[in-house]
């Protein structure tokens, strides 16, 4: 008699253990498929975003520092010929001044053979300035993250990236050598398509942030255009402010926009270079001996905030004074110290932009993000 409440408790625990394994094994199902969502991100989506919209981003332009007037029309249509006038006004020429730094997240990679091809872990980056006296184009830059994911499937994820950008120098050079108008995001598009239609590579995915830097073909003035799809992104600083900044374009939590060669009977996040955000039409930014573009793959977007890097930019600019080239090159250095060290949360962990998007999305995340880093801090400075 005794025995019977007790084996009838048995019972009942029994009973309701069986009753919530189910709730339990799914809800473990569920914990992993997201963090492999948020880990992998990109490989097997089951259904792809279309956004057809041009991505238009949330400026922070001080329109009386900008000088919102139009410059001399410029002609946006592909392969168009700027008609050569005579540049009397002109009496400068311009370069640009920059300083390149970057580190893989993981040590050294593997079935990786190019010299032409640094060690930036997945990203990619290229810094072009045009020799070409008389041109319009002063220079452009550029920096692409491959995605992880494709790593999984056995293929490099950097070869997409560097593709991308080695295409995107190549087409810059023909637009400072054949005097053609382009804007970035025709670059990206045709960049894109080449790696399309000439299968350069098998298969692969990445962001890319490209910007290029334009004179007026009467004047002195010049003016910045970009092409920006996913979590690349730059600053424009002027006197120690921040008059220019681009925004992210993201699918989901962590899933940037981006430009794919998907493996065979994969569905998987694909954009088109026409989504990257760009200008208007009737924009127009322009910029100024002495203006500076730090350009960086999220690597250190998530990890450092804007005005942090305006402080180490500002700082190194007062302790340099009139060497441009000692700016650029010791806040470059500079800046990615202090990336990684806030990546590898080192002394300590501390408030990253990444842990505030994280907040965002209900997600735990304390302190840096371990990723490859690629910046490239340039100054638009007067060719000697
Ligand atoms: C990477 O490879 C280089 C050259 O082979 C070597 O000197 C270096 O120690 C390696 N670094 C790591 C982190 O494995
Ligand atoms: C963007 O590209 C896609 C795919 O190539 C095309 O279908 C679409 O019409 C383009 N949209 C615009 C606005 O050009
Ligand atoms: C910048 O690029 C966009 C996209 O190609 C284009 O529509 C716009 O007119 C360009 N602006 C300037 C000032 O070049």
């Known amino acids: 008699m005794l025995e019977q409440p007790s084996s ?23 914990l992993i498929y997201r963090k492999r969502m948020d880990e992998v991100c990109t490989t097997i989506i089951p259904e792809v975003n279309t956004i057809t919209t041009p991505y238009k981003s949330q400026k922070i332009i001080k329109k009386d520092e900008l000088e919102l007037q139009k410059p001399t029309p410029v002609p946006v249509k592909d392969e168009v010929k700027i008609t050569q006038e005579t540049p009397q006004t002109v009496s400068k020429s311009f370069k640009l001044s920059s300083g390149v730094r970057y580190v893989p997240k993981d040590g050294n990679r593997t079935g990786y053979n190019n010299p032409n091809r640094p060690n930036a872990g997945e990203d990619a980056f290229f810094v072009y300035n045009n020799n070409d006296v008389g041109s319009r184009l002063v220079g452009a830059l550029g920096v692409a993250d491959g995605v992880g994911g494709y790593g999984e499937l056995g293929v490099d994820a950097g070869l997409m990236a560097w593709q991308m950008m080695e295409n995107s120098v190549e087409n810059f050079k023909l637009v400072g050598s054949r005097e ?49 799809l996913g979590d690349s992104g730059f600053l424009l600083v002027r006197n120690g402010e921040v008059v220019f900044r681009t925004v992210d374009q993201t699918h989901y939590f962590n899933a940037p926009y981006q430009l794919a060669i998907p493996p065979k009977g994969r569905v998987v996040l694909m954009n088109d270079p026409n989504e990257s955000d760009t200008l208007y039409e009737e924009d127009l930014i322009t910029v100024k001996e002495g203006d500076y573009i730090i350009l960086a793959t999220d690597g250190m977007w998530d990890n450092v905030f804007d005005e942090d890097v305006v402080e180490v930019l500002q700082k190194n600019i007062i302790q340099h004074g009139s060497d441009i080239e000692k700016i650029v090159d010791s806040t470059s250095e500079e800046l990615l110290s202090k990336t990684y060290a806030i990546s590898v949360n080192t002394p300590s962990p501390t408030l990253t932009p990444f842990q505030r998007y994280a907040q965002q999305f209900r997600r735990n995340w304390v302190g840096g993000k371990v990723d490859d880093i690629t910046l490239v801090v340039a100054c638009i400075s007067i060719k000697e």
């Open 180 to 228: 053609l108008y382009r804007t970035p995001r025709e670059i990206l598009h045709r960049s894109y398509e080449k790696i399309v239609n000439e299968k350069q590579v098998e298969c692969g995915g990445t962001t890319a942030c490209l910007v290029s830097i334009f004179k007026d073909a009467t004047t002195d003035n010049m003016f910045l255009n970009y092409s920006n």
């Open 8 to 30: 009838s408790f048995l019972t009942a625990c029994l009973l309701f253990v069986a009753a919530s394994l189910p709730a339990i094994i799914i809800y473990r199902l569920f």
